[in-house]
């Protein structure tokens, strides 16, 4: 049985032993794209225009890219204390296309089961003659929400669950030569640690939250006094800045927890 206590403490120990290289990857993949889309933003207030919302979107896809090639190296950094910033950033671009094979299949099999359910009873519950006059949009059927509500209760605990056993779904992806027989890898390796993880999981988005919207709240209200309501684009960056780096931690904190996760399960399930 995996004690979730001893990966924490792995966890502390490699990011405490690894900061500062830890620090650079999520500077590098994480922080720097995200404030150049903040930037973008900024620039989106006073330039509208479809070549420059192309440009955005572009960049969207770019920086998805690099915040996954930083998982991958964030990942192979936690799992080997010999691998160093050259070996991982290296180790990232080479499991690069099989990561992004892995997570287009979540994300397409998340748009069937979840996305396009709901999307259908919502599009029924409006009335499309309305929107075709330009009328302003009707509000939903209430039955029909209704009735959608146990059925995204249901969903929201399928989606746990599945979280849960796809935890170390790219440290898989990562340390083994391995594409989308990472699922049934990552399915194995916490077979009978779901609902420990799922606590976990659930702790960790409260922390998140809470960690998030304090920091937004705090700032928020500091650069509106600061800066007052003609200094919306200091707001923006500043926020996005405070943002960004909370949010690089807990992508190090995570990436982490799951590679020793993977390493714990994989020592115990070759060994077994």
């Known amino acids: 049985m995996i004690r979730i206590g001893t990966v924490w403490d792995r966890t502390t120990e490699v990011i405490a032993g690894r900061a500062g290289l830890l620090a650079w990857l999520a500077g590098v993949f994480l922080f ?29 896809l770019a920086v998805a890219v690099l915040a996954l090639w930083g998982t991958l190296a964030m990942t192979a950094m936690a799992s080997d204390p010999a691998v160093g910033r050259h070996d991982a950033i290296a180790i990232g671009r080479r499991r690069l296309p099989a990561a992004i094979a892995v997570l287009l299949v979540v994300m397409v099999v998340t748009f069937v089961v979840v996305l396009a359910p709901v999307a259908y009873v919502v599009a029924g519950s409006i009335d499309m003659a309305q929107l075709e006059q330009g009328m302003p949009m ?39 030569r391995r594409g989308l027989g990472a699922f049934a890898r990552s399915f194995a390796l916490t077979r009978g640690s779901t609902m420990k993880l799922i606590g976990l999981m659930l702790l960790y988005a409260i922390v998140a939250i809470v960690l998030l919207t304090a920091v937004t709240w705090v700032l928020g209200s500091v650069a509106q006094l600061i800066f007052g309501d ?8 500043l926020l996005a800045t405070a943002t960004g780096i909370v949010t690089a931690g807990l992508g190090v904190l995570q990436t982490t927890f799951s590679a020793q996760f993977y390493l714990a399960a994989r020592e115990r399930l070759d060994h077994a």
């Open 230 to 237: 003609e200094g919306q684009v200091w707001t923006i960056l």
């Open 32 to 60: 720097a794209p995200g404030m150049l889309q903040a930037v973008l933003r900024v620039f989106a207030m006073t330039t509208p225009g479809a070549s420059f919302k192309l440009l955005a979107g572009l960049v969207g």
């Open 138 to 176: 009707p509000a939903l059927d209430g039955a029909r929400v209704a009735a959608l509500t146990p059925a995204l209760f249901v969903l929201s605990l399928v989606a746990l669950w599945a979280g849960a056993r796809l935890l170390p779904l790219f440290a898989v992806v990562t340390n083994e």
